[in-house]
C-alpha cells in the first residue's frame, strides 16, 4: 500500500482514514466516504484500483471532472480513460477494447453512460469497484441532486460481489443515509474525516452596495498579486461585469455562465486551468469539474443558497494546503433573491431552511469555522483564529445558566419542539403550540421570563452554531440535543454565549505579529519548533514555475498536474541538485521523477551556479 503510494503520488504517508479506508475496500467492504474538498478522496479509489487485479469505474457527473481526474492520473504514468460523449465512438470503442483486455485500470463514466455499457462491461472485463464521486447527487435531500444518479442502485442488485464506495465533500446526516440507501448499501461503513481547512480564511462583509464590493475586491486583489482565484457570482450579468471591470483595471479575468455557448465556456475554462488568465467570474455552473490545487483565492459577490454550496465552492481553494483566502459579501437583495427562488424550486422548505442556515453563518457574532464544522456534525470547542470574526472578536460572557434552561425545555419535551417553540416556551408565551401540548405545565415553562424573546431567538441560534444542539429536517425540524450539549446540560462543562449587539459594533481590532500563527499551531495541537527553517528562493520559484507553464503547453496538461505549486514551493527551498534528491520531494512520484527530474533540477542547479546535468550524468 505505501510502496504503491509513493510510486506513483510520490507521498511518504497517508492523511488521516485514507489508510483505514482503503484497507475497508480492499477487504472487500463497501463505504461511504465523506472528506473535505481537496482533502484526498481519490487516493481512497485510487489506490485499491491500483492494487486490485481488476477494472475500477468511477462514476463522474461532469466530462470536465473525468478529464480533469484522467489528465492527472495518465500524468502520474496510471493507465486510465473517460468514456463519454466528447470522444467519437471509435475512441469510445477503442477504449470499450482496451478495458476487455485489461489495459485499463481506472475507468471514468457517466450515470446514464454506465447503464449503457454496464452489460458489456460486467460481461468482458473483471470489474473490482465501483467508485460513486460527487455522491451527494444521487440523493433527493442533496443540495446538488441529479435524478441520472438515482438508478446507480442496480450495481448492487446485479452485481453484489463487487465492493461499492460512495465519495462526496458536503452531505449532512440526512443525505448520508439517503445516499447509501439509494446504492442499497445500507450496511456500509461510514468514514467521515474532518471537515476542517485550517488554511482557508473565512471573512465576512455586510451591506456593501456594488460600488463598495468593487473595490473591496480590488482592495482584495492587491494581496493576491499574479494568484489565481474564483468569483462567483449569482447572475451572469453580475460575472460579466466583474470580468470587464477587472480587466479595466489591468487583472487578467474572463467571464463563465450558462449564457455563453459551450466552445466559450470550454475556452473561459481551459484559459484559468492552464494559468493564461488570473481570475474566472462565474456562475455557480463552474467548478464542480476544476481540481486546479494553486487557486489562492475565492470570493463569493452573492450569498450562496447553503452552506453546502458555500462549503463546496470555497473548498476550491487552497487544495494544496497552502493558505488561501476566502470572502463573502451578503445583503437584503441577496436574501430576497434567493428567497424567491427557494419558493419556486421543487423542494421549497428544506432550501428555505437551508437559505436560513447560510443567513444565520453570513449573520453570526461566532467563530465562522465553528459554524460550518458543527454543521457538518462535527463538534468543535474552540475557536479558529482564522475568520473575521475571531480576528475582531465580540464581548462574551458565561451563558451556561441560560443555555442549560433551554436545554433543559427541549429535553422535558422528548426532543419534539421547534426553535420557536423553545422560545416560547422559556418566554412562558401560551402559543397554540405551547397550548395543544400542555408545554404549559412543563417545570421549565416561564424560567426566561427575565429575556426578550427576540435575544432568547438569539440566544438558541447561537446554541446552534456553537453544535449544543441540531435541527432535525427529517423530524418536523425538532431540535435535538447533541453529545456537546449533554455535557453543559449536565454541569460537565461550562459555555459562552456571545453578549448580543444593540448598536455599535466593536471597533475591529489587528492581530498581533505572530498571534494568527499561534492560534493556528494551538488549533493544529501542533509545537511550534525553533529549529531554523530554509528559506525559499523566490526568484528560483518564478523560474520552476516558467519551465512548469512551458512543460505544460507543450504537453496539453494544466500546469498543476506537471507539478503543483506545493511541489515547487519545496524545490524552491531545498533546492534538490540531483535526480534522487528531486524524487525525495513529497508529491513527486517514480514517473515523474524520470520524466522532469532532470530539467527542474538543471534550473535549480543553474541558480545556484552550477553545471547542468546531461543524461550521462544521470546514467552513471
Same mark, same amino acid.
Given at each position: 500500500?505505501?510502496? $504503491?503510494?509513493?510510486?506513483?503520488?510520490?507521498?511518504?504517508?497517508?492523511?488521516?482514514?485514507?489508510?483505514?479506508?482503503?484497507?475497508?475496500?480492499?477487504?472487500?467492504?463497501?463505504?461511504?466516504?465523506?472528506?473535505?474538498?481537496?482533502?484526498?478522496?481519490?487516493?481512497?479509489?485510487?489506490?485499491?484500483?491500483?492494487?486490485?487485479?481488476?477494472?475500477?469505474?468511477?462514476?463522474?457527473?461532469?466530462?470536465?471532472?473525468?478529464? %480533469?481526474?484522467?489528465?492527472?492520473?495518465?500524468?502520474?504514468?496510471?493507465?486510465?480513460?473517460?468514456?463519454? +460523449?466528447? /470522444?467519437?465512438?471509435?475512441?469510445? /470503442?477503442?477504449?470499450?477494447?482496451?478495458?476487455?483486455? *485489461?489495459?485499463?485500470?481506472?475507468?471514468? &463514466?457517466?450515470?446514464?453512460?454506465?447503464?449503457?455499457?454496464?452489460?458489456?462491461?460486467?460481461?468482458?472485463?473483471?470489474?473490482?469497484?465501483?467508485?460513486?464521486?460527487?455522491?451527494?447527487?444521487?440523493?433527493?435531500?442533496?443540495? %446538488?441532486?441529479?435524478?441520472?444518479?438515482?438508478?446507480?442502485?442496480?450495481?448492487?442488485?446485479?452485481?453484489?460481489?463487487?465492493?461499492?464506495? /460512495?465519495? $462526496?465533500?458536503?452531505?449532512?446526516?440526512?443525505?448520508?443515509?439517503?445516499?447509501?440507501?439509494?446504492?442499497? &448499501?445500507?450496511?456500509?461503513?461510514?468514514?467521515?474525516?474532518?471537515?476542517?481547512?485550517?488554511?482557508?480564511?473565512?471573512?465576512?462583509?455586510?451591506?456593501?452596495?456594488?460600488?463598495?464590493?468593487?473595490?473591496?475586491?480590488?482592495?482584495?486583489?492587491?494581496?493576491?498579486?499574479?494568484?489565481?482565484?474564483?468569483?462567483?457570482?449569482?447572475?451572469?450579468?453580475?460575472?460579466?461585469?466583474?470580468?470587464?471591470?477587472?480587466?479595466?483595471?489591468?487583472?487578467?479575468?474572463?467571464?463563465?455562465?450558462?449564457?455563453?455557448?459551450?466552445?466559450?465556456?470550454?475556452?473561459?475554462?481551459?484559459?484559468? &486551468?492552464?494559468?493564461?488568465?488570473?481570475?474566472?467570474?462565474?456562475? &455557480?455552473?463552474?467548478?464542480?469539474?476544476?481540481?486546479?490545487?494553486?487557486?489562492?483565492?475565492?470570493?463569493?459577490?452573492?450569498?450562496?443558497?447553503?452552506?453546502?454550496?458555500?462549503?463546496?465552492?470555497?473548498?476550491?481553494?487552497?487544495?494544496?494546503?497552502?493558505?488561501?483566502?476566502?470572502?463573502?459579501?451578503?445583503?437584503?437583495?441577496?436574501?430576497?433573491?434567493?428567497?424567491?427562488?427557494?419558493?419556486?424550486?421543487?423542494?421549497?422548505?428544506?432550501?428555505?431552511?437551508?437559505?436560513?442556515?447560510?443567513?444565520?453563518?453570513?449573520?453570526?457574532?461566532?467563530?465562522?469555522?465553528?459554524?460550518?464544522?458543527?454543521?457538518?456534525?462535527?463538534?468543535?470547542?474552540?475557536?479558529? *483564529?482564522?475568520?473575521?470574526?475571531?480576528?475582531?472578536?465580540?464581548?462574551?460572557?458565561?451563558?451556561?445558566?441560560?443555555?442549560?434552561?433551554?436545554?433543559? /425545555?427541549?429535553?422535558?419535551?422528548?426532543?419534539?419542539? $421547534?426553535?420557536?417553540?423553545?422560545?416560547?416556551?422559556?418566554?412562558?408565551?401560551? +402559543?397554540?403550540?405551547?397550548?395543544?401540548?400542555?408545554?404549559?405545565?412543563?417545570?421549565?415553562?416561564?424560567?426566561?421570563? %427575565?429575556?426578550?424573546?427576540?435575544?432568547?431567538?438569539?440566544?438558541?441560534?447561537?446554541?446552534?452554531?456553537?453544535?449544543?444542539?441540531?435541527?432535525?429536517?427529517?423530524?418536523?425540524?425538532?431540535?435535538?440535543?447533541?453529545?456537546?450539549?449533554?455535557?453543559?446540560?449536565?454541569?460537565?462543562?461550562?459555555?459562552?454565549?456571545?453578549?448580543?449587539?444593540?448598536?455599535?459594533?466593536?471597533?475591529?481590532?489587528?492581530?498581533?505579529?505572530?498571534?494568527?500563527?499561534?492560534?493556528?499551531?494551538?488549533?493544529?495541537?501542533?509545537?511550534?519548533?525553533?529549529?531554523?527553517?530554509?528559506?525559499?528562493?523566490?526568484?528560483?520559484?518564478?523560474?520552476?514555475?516558467?519551465?512548469?507553464?512551458?512543460?505544460?503547453?507543450?504537453?496539453?496538461?494544466?500546469?498543476?498536474?506537471?507539478? +503543483?505549486?506545493?511541489?515547487?514551493?519545496?524545490?524552491?527551498?531545498?533546492?534538490?541538485?540531483?535526480?534522487?534528491?528531486?524524487?525525495?520531494?513529497?508529491?513527486?512520484?517514480?514517473?515523474?521523477?524520470?520524466?522532469?527530474?532532470?530539467?527542474?533540477?538543471?534550473?535549480?542547479?543553474? +541558480?545556484?551556479?552550477?553545471?547542468?546535468?546531461?543524461?550521462?550524468?544521470?546514467? %552513471?
Amino acid at each position: 500500500m505505501f510502496l $504503491t503510494l509513493k510510486r506513483y503520488f510520490g507521498y511518504e504517508s497517508f492523511r488521516p482514514q485514507q489508510r483505514e479506508i482503503i484497507q475497508h475496500i480492499l477487504e472487500g467492504g463497501n463505504a461511504l466516504v465523506l472528506m473535505p474538498t481537496g482533502g484526498g478522496k481519490s487516493l481512497c479509489y485510487q489506490i485499491p484500483a491500483l492494487m486490485l487485479p481488476g477494472l475500477t469505474i468511477v462514476v463522474s457527473p461532469l466530462i470536465s471532472l473525468m478529464k %480533469d481526474q484522467v489528465e492527472a492520473l495518465v500524468a502520474n504514468g496510471i493507465a486510465a480513460r473517460a468514456l463519454n +460523449s466528447s /470522444a467519437t465512438e471509435i475512441e469510445n /470503442a477503442i477504449i470499450r477494447r482496451e478495458c476487455m483486455e *485489461g489495459k485499463i485500470k481506472l475507468l471514468y &463514466i457517466s450515470p446514464e453512460r454506465l447503464m449503457m455499457e454496464l452489460p458489456i462491461l460486467s460481461d468482458h472485463t473483471g470489474i473490482s469497484l465501483f467508485a460513486i464521486d460527487e455522491a451527494h447527487c444521487i440523493s433527493g435531500w442533496g443540495h %446538488d441532486f441529479r435524478p441520472e444518479y438515482s438508478r446507480l442502485g442496480i450495481l448492487h442488485e446485479q452485481l453484489p460481489h463487487v465492493p461499492i464506495v /460512495a465519495l $462526496t465533500a458536503t452531505a449532512d446526516k440526512i443525505t448520508r443515509t439517503d445516499i447509501l440507501e439509494q446504492l442499497q &448499501i445500507p450496511d456500509a461503513k461510514v468514514f467521515i474525516s474532518s471537515f476542517d481547512r485550517p488554511n482557508l480564511s473565512l471573512d465576512v462583509r455586510r451591506g456593501l452596495d456594488a460600488r463598495q464590493k468593487r473595490q473591496t475586491i480590488l482592495e482584495f486583489m492587491n494581496h493576491h498579486l499574479n494568484d489565481c482565484g474564483i468569483i462567483y457570482c449569482m447572475s451572469q450579468k453580475n460575472a460579466e461585469m466583474m470580468a470587464t471591470y477587472l480587466c479595466e483595471h489591468h487583472i487578467t479575468a474572463v467571464a463563465y455562465h450558462a449564457g455563453l455557448n459551450s466552445e466559450e465556456r470550454n475556452k473561459a475554462q481551459e484559459d484559468f &486551468i492552464n494559468d493564461r488568465v488570473q481570475v474566472v467570474c462565474a456562475t &455557480i455552473a463552474f467548478g464542480m469539474g476544476i481540481n486546479k490545487s494553486n487557486v489562492r483565492f475565492v470570493i463569493h459577490y452573492n450569498l450562496p443558497k447553503s452552506i453546502e454550496n458555500f462549503y463546496q465552492e470555497i473548498g476550491r481553494a487552497g487544495r494544496d494546503g497552502l493558505p488561501s483566502d476566502t470572502l463573502l459579501f451578503y445583503s437584503v437583495a441577496d436574501i430576497i433573491q434567493l428567497t424567491h427562488f427557494a419558493h419556486e424550486s421543487g423542494q421549497r422548505e428544506i432550501n428555505i431552511e437551508r437559505l436560513s442556515r447560510m443567513r444565520e453563518y453570513a449573520e453570526a457574532n461566532i467563530c465562522r469555522r465553528r459554524i460550518l464544522l458543527n454543521y457538518f456534525g462535527e463538534e468543535n470547542g474552540h475557536d479558529c *483564529g482564522n475568520c473575521d470574526v475571531c480576528k475582531n472578536p465580540p464581548q462574551q460572557f458565561d451563558g451556561t445558566v441560560l443555555i442549560q434552561k433551554a436545554l433543559s /425545555a427541549i429535553s422535558r419535551t422528548g426532543e419534539e419542539i $421547534t426553535m420557536r417553540t423553545t422560545a416560547d416556551i422559556l418566554c412562558g408565551i401560551y +402559543s397554540p403550540e405551547v397550548k395543544t401540548h400542555g408545554y404549559a405545565n412543563l417545570k421549565t415553562y416561564g424560567v426566561g421570563r %427575565d429575556v426578550p424573546l427576540r435575544d432568547w431567538n438569539d440566544y438558541l441560534l447561537q446554541m446552534l452554531q456553537l453544535g449544543y444542539v441540531e435541527i432535525k429536517y427529517d423530524e418536523y425540524n425538532h431540535l435535538h440535543i447533541t453529545d456537546l450539549g449533554n455535557e453543559v446540560l449536565y454541569g460537565h462543562k461550562r459555555a459562552t454565549l456571545v453578549v448580543i449587539r444593540k448598536e455599535e459594533k466593536v471597533p475591529r481590532r489587528k492581530l498581533k505579529k505572530g498571534e494568527l500563527q499561534q492560534k493556528l499551531q494551538q488549533h493544529l495541537n501542533l509545537q511550534i519548533t525553533v529549529e531554523p527553517i530554509p528559506l525559499e528562493d523566490p526568484i528560483l520559484f518564478e523560474k520552476l514555475r516558467r519551465l512548469r507553464f512551458e512543460l505544460a503547453e507543450r504537453q496539453g496538461f494544466p500546469p498543476y498536474i506537471i507539478l +503543483s505549486d506545493k511541489v515547487l514551493h519545496e524545490i524552491a527551498t531545498v533546492r534538490p541538485t540531483t535526480v534522487e534528491q528531486f524524487g525525495d520531494v513529497s508529491g513527486i512520484g517514480e514517473y515523474k521523477k524520470q520524466k522532469y527530474g532532470q530539467m527542474f533540477v538543471n534550473v535549480v542547479r543553474q +541558480s545556484l551556479g552550477l553545471s547542468s546535468l546531461s543524461d550521462s550524468d544521470e546514467s %552513471d
